[in-house]
C-alpha cells in the first residue's frame, strides 16, 4: 500500500531509513529533465540531509533549482519497501548547526568519509543541504 503524507515523522520511515546507506537524489536540469544521483544521507524527522562537492552538476542545479525527489528502498520482487520524499534544497552555512551535522556523517559512515575527506573537517569545496519535505511516500514499512 502505497500512504502518502507530508512528513518523515513516522517511527517506520525513521526506522527504514536508519537502516538505507545511499538513496537517490533527483535534481532537475536546466533542460527540465532529470539528473538522478545516489547520495549519503542523514535522516531526520524534518527533513534528510546530504553532502556534495560544490560545482557538481547536481549542485547546481540544486543552486538554479531547489526542487528534488529522493528515493530509498529496498527489498526483492514481492517485498518491495521505500519511501520516495518530494521537497525542496535549502543550503546549510557554516556554523554550530552544520558542524554537528558533520559529526553525524562521520559517525554514520566511518572510517569511509574520514578517509575521503582525509581528516574529519569539512573541505572548503563541499556543501551541505537539507532536503525539506514536501509530499513524502511510502509502502511496505511495518507500522
Given at each position: 500500500?502505497?500512504?502518502?503524507?507530508?512528513?518523515?515523522?513516522?517511527?517506520?520511515?525513521?526506522?527504514?531509513?536508519a537502516?538505507?546507506?545511499?538513496?537517490?537524489?533527483a535534481?532537475?536540469?536546466?533542460?527540465g529533465?532529470?539528473?538522478?544521483?545516489?547520495?549519503?544521507?542523514?535522516?531526520?524527522?524534518?527533513?534528510?540531509?546530504?553532502?556534495?562537492?560544490?560545482?557538481?552538476?547536481?549542485?547546481?542545479?540544486?543552486?538554479?533549482?531547489?526542487?528534488?525527489?529522493?528515493v530509498?528502498?529496498?527489498?526483492?520482487?514481492?517485498?518491495?519497501?521505500?519511501?520516495?520524499?518530494?521537497?525542496?534544497?535549502?543550503f546549510?552555512?557554516?556554523?554550530?548547526?552544520?558542524?554537528?551535522l558533520?559529526?553525524?556523517f562521520?559517525a554514520?559512515?566511518?572510517?569511509?568519509?574520514?578517509?575521503?575527506?582525509q581528516?574529519?573537517?569539512?573541505?572548503?569545496?563541499?556543501?551541505?543541504?537539507?532536503?525539506?519535505?514536501?509530499?513524502?511516500?511510502s509502502?511496505?514499512?511495518?507500522?
Open positions: 500500500m502505497l500512504r502518502g503524507m507530508t512528513t518523515l515523522d513516522i517511527p517506520a520511515i525513521q526506522a527504514f531509513l537502516t538505507r546507506e545511499v538513496a537517490v537524489l535534481t532537475v536540469k536546466p533542460d529533465g532529470p539528473l538522478a544521483m545516489p547520495m549519503w544521507f542523514l535522516p531526520d524527522p524534518d527533513a534528510l540531509t546530504m553532502l556534495s562537492v560544490d560545482g557538481l552538476a547536481k549542485v547546481q542545479n540544486l543552486r538554479r533549482d531547489p526542487r528534488v525527489c529522493v530509498a528502498e529496498a527489498g526483492t520482487r514481492g517485498d518491495i519497501r521505500g519511501v520516495i520524499v518530494q521537497g525542496r534544497a535549502e546549510l552555512p557554516d556554523g554550530a548547526e552544520r558542524r554537528a558533520v559529526e553525524r562521520h554514520r559512515y566511518s572510517p569511509d568519509l574520514a578517509r575521503l575527506w581528516g574529519r573537517a569539512m573541505p572548503a569545496d563541499r556543501v551541505m543541504f537539507r532536503i525539506v519535505p514536501s509530499r513524502v511516500r509502502w511496505g514499512l511495518a507500522g
